[in-house]
């Protein structure tokens, strides 16, 4: 079947900008997860869902990130105000509960110029 | 707080050798462990998990192996082809919050024919 997608594969912007990071999860799994990972880096938490609720946003940097998944499938990442220092790939994962495997999607990696 | 540490950092080695990679953490109350095998620009690949009350986890010419009480796992590769060549992290689960991922910075693996 399907696995994770993310989109946009890559994605250049202007440092000051605002920017959209989306994540399609496989079909039927419950849990969502955004990760941050910075070249040279092992991926770092950002936000958990277990269904349209965030259950731990506590990996998020500040308050210029924001996600959603409204409908427990699709999430979207929210960046705003954006900096250089947020130039990373961004990477989903999902799972069929909060306790089993995480499935991984290619990510999405963000430059900031 | 759980730190993961994966040494080394980079590791050339002839094609045909068995070889050892390294993961430690600082917290031993752990739910699972997971090794992941990530190609240049592409997501993660889960290949072995442990849970914490397994010893070894066997997938072909992989054995991952845990040991809780010292804060150790090694993944061990037998036979390595050109092909195995890419960057292998590993991620443990705590156990009260046992959500997220926390991961090692990757051991970038080169098998030379």
């Known amino acids: 079947g399907a696995g994770v997608s993310q989109t946009p594969s890559n994605k250049v912007t202007e440092k000051g900008k605002y920017v959209e990071l989306r994540c399609d999860p496989i079909?039927?799994?419950?849990?969502l997860y955004w990760y941050r990972q910075s070249l040279g880096q092992g991926p770092e938490f950002l936000i958990y869902f277990q269904g349209t609720g965030a259950a731990d946003d506590s990996g998020l940097p500040n308050d210029r990130f924001f996600a959603v998944r409204p409908e427990g499938s699709v999430s979207t990442l929210k960046i705003q105000r954006t900096e250089r220092g947020d130039s990373a790939v961004y990477l989903c994962?999902?799972?069929?509960?909060?306790?089993?495997?995480?499935?991984f999607g290619p990510g999405t990696r963000l430059t900031v110029t | 707080k759980q730190e993961v540490t994966q040494i080394p950092a980079a590791l050339s080695v002839p094609e045909g050798e068995n070889l050892v990679l390294n993961c430690s953490f600082t917290?031993?109350?752990?739910?699972?462990l997971q090794w992941f095998r990530q190609d240049p620009g592409k997501g993660l690949t889960s290949l072995l998990l442990?849970?914490?009350?397994?010893r070894e986890q066997t997938s072909g010419r992989l054995n991952a192996s845990l040991d809780k009480s010292s804060g150790r796992s090694t993944l061990y590769i037998a036979a390595s082809q050109p092909g195995d060549s890419a960057t292998y992290l590993c991620?443990?689960?705590?156990?009260?919050?046992?959500?997220?991922?926390?991961f090692g910075q990757g051991t970038r693996l080169t098998i030379n024919p």
């Open positions: 442990i849970q914490s009350s397994q």
């Open positions: 991620a443990v689960r705590r156990v009260q919050g046992a959500q997220k991922l926390v």
């Open positions: 917290d031993s109350a752990i739910y699972n």
């Open positions: 994962a999902s799972s069929p509960g909060n306790e089993y495997e995480q499935y």
């Open positions: 079909s039927g799994h419950t849990a």
